[in-house]
């Protein structure tokens, strides 16, 4: 499989509709983006059912401020719908590796389970704070 471009119009659809999602967010005028490109697109063709896509942050400003990214590159790894991983910076190939493999090995019963007792606790929070 090679990578995808993907925009704020498909980035939600493309994250909920496949298993594990790694995004590149990048930009043209960004040397270590461009250093990391070959890197990316070659691991996105050792991986079977692994969606590697890209989003251009200067295309998708709204986007990109709104999930928070400060430097670029940044690599972030969604699995079931959850972000799982979000680093900024160039990986090497090998860290990229890892990085792909502990996503795949990621037990989702317990990511889900502490996903819904974060939230509940900020529930809980929140409501505690708009009764004082």
Not at 64 to 76: A, Y
Not at 89 to 115: F, I, N, S, T
């Amino acid at each position: 499989m090679t990578t995808i471009n993907i925009t704020a119009e498909n980035f939600e659809e493309t994250i909920t509709d496949n298993d594990i999602v790694l995004v590149d967010f990048w930009a043209d005028w960004c040397g270590p983006c461009k250093r990391f490109g070959p890197i990316y697109e070659k691991a996105s063709e050792e991986y079977d059912g692994i969606v590697f896509a890209k989003l251009d942050t200067d295309a998708n400003y709204e986007l990109t401020s709104q999930l928070g990214i400060e430097g670029i590159p940044t690599l972030m790894a969604f699995r079931e719908g959850v972000l799982v991983f979000n680093q900024a910076g160039a990986l090497p190939g090998h860290a990229l590796k890892q990085v792909v493999d502990a996503v795949q090995g990621l037990d989702m019963e317990e990511v889900h389970a502490e996903v819904a007792k974060l939230r509940a606790e900020h529930e809980q929070t929140h409501e505690h704070s708009e009764q004082s």
